[in-house]
């Protein structure tokens, strides 16, 4: 794990003043069904878009809000990075997408048995947005609506 004194004085500053939102109780569910049983989406905050799909606006006051849903068929390899921070090493991503989003490891427990199937779709996010009120009220609801339309079991969600 990192240290804040990796960072520049000024990110150090601005991060000790943000007014950070707790979020209480933390929402989650009990599996219902063994893992190996389960249809299994993932998650990311990496600002990935799958090719053909808009990138994430580095523009918005507050962060993009949006999120994309990822075919579950997609080349991880051809998927987009578009993440704005500039408080992480994004040389890892760009040599493998499947440290965002693992849709290869996925696969590969599927094809083993340990999980029942993979999400027709998956869900990519933009991490650091500052202003998470529009994240909150419209983009989380609709994203969880995705995944219960496609019946989805398990979610794994991989912050970056």
């Given amino acids: 794990m990192g240290s804040l004194a990796e960072f520049?004085?000024?990110?150090?500053?601005?991060?000790?003043?943000?007014?950070?939102?707790?979020?209480?109780?933390?929402?989650w569910s009990p599996l219902r069904k063994p893992p190996a049983e389960s249809r299994v989406a993932l998650g990311s905050s990496a600002g990935l878009s799958a090719p053909g799909q808009p990138?994430?606006?580095?523009?918005v006051l507050g962060g993009d809000s949006s999120f994309r849903l990822i075919p579950d068929s997609v080349p991880v390899a051809s998927l987009h990075e578009s993440h704005r921070s500039e408080s992480f090493d994004h040389s890892g991503i760009e040599q493998d997408?499947?440290?965002?989003l693992p849709l290869d490891r996925l696969h590969e427990l599927v094809a083993q048995g340990r999980i029942g199937s993979a999400a027709p779709r998956?869900?990519?996010?933009?991490?650091?947005?500052?202003?998470?009120?529009?994240l909150i009220r419209d983009s989380a609801p609709q994203a969880a609506a995705a995944l219960v339309a496609d019946q989805v079991d398990l979610a794994l969600f991989v912050p970056v």
């Fill in 122 to 134: 998956h869900l990519s996010f933009m991490g650091s947005i500052t202003a998470p009120g529009r």
């Fill in 55 to 59: 990138p994430f606006s580095q523009s």
């Fill in 97 to 100: 997408r499947n440290l965002a």
């Fill in 8 to 27: 520049p004085w000024t990110t150090r500053v601005w991060l000790a003043r943000y007014p950070w939102r707790r979020v209480h109780p933390t929402p």
